[in-house]
T-cell receptor, first 115, second 109 residues
Framework: ETGVTQTPRHLVMGMTNKKSLKCEQH?????MYWYKQSAKKPLELMFV???????ENNSVPSRFSPECPNSSHLFLHLHTLQPEDSALYLC??????????????FGPGTRLTVL | GQNIDQPTEMTATEGAIVQINCTYQ??????LFWYQQHAGEAPTFLSY??LDGLEEKGRFSSFLSRSKGYSYLLLKELQMKDSASYLC??????????WGAGTKLIIKP
């Protein structure tokens, strides 16, 4: 595997379900990100991790719970979601969280539908 | 607040040239990025500008004017595979990327 991978690619869940999204980066980066992408809206940054420590939490509801067990893996645990949480969830990584030229590499995303 | 504006959708003809504009108002500036995103795929990096002027990379060029809070992405010799969304993002003073909503580019034969 190369780059940033995400599983599953598609997920349909009910509002009472619990599920997890997984992201893995094979680039040796120190920073990882979760974004939400809704149709015709800007990417919304949800969480940022630097060397497994959370450095940013952009007022995300507690029904989204991130976990970063090591610098290569990132999870997003989901529970009691709402239909408006349906979106594409993108994972990204970068060498660091600081620094001007800090290109982020994205995974293909998980298309989440909440019924 | 912070804001990035770009057109929602543009249409162009195969072989032609198209310019996608981006204007921004952010708390500080540490560079501007352009990404390409094909439907159902990951955004991929196209260009980075931190100084005023034009950066050319093959068929794609990106321009920045910091005083005007303005950038554009220029695509030449358009190909059908260039049909995608183009995302403009500015890195603010906290090194956080502020994203535009993206411009969907439709290429017609």
């Amino acid at each position: 595997e190369t780059g940033v991978t995400q599983t599953p690619r598609h997920l349909v869940m009910g509002m009472t379900n619990k599920k997890s999204l997984k992201c893995e980066q094979h680039l040796g980066h120190n920073a990882m990100y979760w974004y939400k992408q809704s149709a015709k809206k800007p990417l919304e940054l949800m969480f940022v991790y630097s060397l497994e420590e959370r450095v940013e939490n952009n007022s995300v509801p507690s029904r989204f719970s991130p976990e970063c067990p090591n610098s290569s893996h990132l999870f997003l645990h989901l529970h009691t979601l709402q239909p408006e949480d349906s979106a594409l969830y993108l994972c990204a990584s970068s060498q660091e969280t600081m620094g001007s030229y800090n290109e982020q590499f994205f995974g293909p995303g998980t298309r989440l539908t909440v019924l | 607040g912070q804001n990035i504006d770009q057109p929602t959708e543009m249409t162009a003809t195969e072989g032609a040239i198209v310019q996608i504009n981006c204007t921004y108002q952010t708390s500080g500036f540490n560079g501007l990025f352009w990404y390409q995103q094909h439907a159902g795929e990951a955004p991929t990096f196209l260009s980075y500008n931190v100084l005023d002027g034009l950066e050319e990379k093959g068929r794609f060029s990106s321009f920045l004017s910091r005083s005007k809070g303005y950038s554009y992405l220029l695509l030449k010799e358009l190909q059908m595979k260039d049909s995608a969304s183009y995302l403009c993002a500015v890195m603010d003073s906290n090194y956080q990327l502020i994203w535009g909503a993206g411009t969907k580019l439709i290429i017609k034969p």
